[in-house]
């Protein structure tokens, strides 16, 4: 039996307490009755089996039948990437890259990227969308938006750098990958990493790769690299 998620941020082990927002999705669209199981998250790893004791329009009475800590899946990545003037593209990224279990987004500010069209709380109520449709249990961290400087000092097991230029021996993105290391993968713009950017970054230890013959778009880049993280887990 397929049992529905809900997302609770505030939810600790001394207090379970449904949401006006909750109670009416699982009462008008899931028609959910007295009995029936769910479970509840705080998008922080904890997972609790709950059952409705008692449900009306404005509330819903529940009881706690377990109470589960869920282990990342995965090892952290965190996907630094130029956001593009067209949310609905990052949206599309941002379901995509929750449903493979990544750790952390930050939108990368580079010299040539576009316009910054962020709105965080549209991309958040997607994230946790896809979290829940996933059934898992950790909610991305979606970060404010950050000029490259202030990215590339972070401390992370492998540091690597997307980039079409010729001024750099580039490794495959297959190869540089390592299993099981905490990984900070940079992408760019449409318009590329500058040489200036791409030298800033070796110089702090990122490798810089190449993801293939062909082009890639700056959504599919950062689709195709969660994907290839995902497999060598």
């Known amino acids: 039996m397929n049992i529905p998620y809900f997302f609770e941020p505030n939810l600790t082990t ?29 998008g922080l790893g904890e997972k609790y089996l709950c059952s409705i004791k008692t449900i009306s329009k404005k509330k ?9 800590f869920e282990e990342r899946r995965m090892t952290p ?7 593009t003037k067209n949310p609905s593209r990052m949206e599309w990224l941002l379901e995509k890259v929750c449903e493979m279990g990544i750790e952390t987004i930050t939108p990368l500010l580079t010299q040539r990227s576009e316009k910054n069209y962020f709105k965080k709380e549209r991309f958040e109520k997607i994230l946790t969308a896809a979290m829940l449709q996933s059934q898992q249990t950790y909610l991305p961290t979606l970060g404010e938006p950050k000029a490259l400087q202030e990215i590339i000092e ?10 079409c230029g010729q001024e750099y021996e580039k490794n495959s993105v297959i190869n540089a990958l390592r299993p099981g290391k905490s990984t900070l993968f940079l992408i760019g713009p449409e ?43």
């Open 154 to 163: 972070t401390e992370y097991d492998q540091k690597l750098i997307a980039y």
């Open 191 to 233: 318009g590329d990493f500058t040489a200036d950017e791409v030298h800033l970054c070796r110089q702090h230890q990122f490798s810089t790769i190449h993801l293939g013959v062909n082009r890639l778009r700056t959504e599919t880049a950062g689709l195709f690299v969660c994907t290839l993280f995902n497999a060598i887990q």
């Open 77 to 83: 990545l965190h996907l630094a990437i130029a956001f």
């Open 14 to 42: 001394d207090s379970v307490i449904l949401s006006d927002a909750n109670t009416h999705y699982m009462l008008q669209v899931l028609r959910m009755r007295e009995g029936e199981s769910f479970f509840l998250t705080n």
């Open 60 to 68: 819903a009475e529940i009881s706690v039948l377990e109470r589960i």
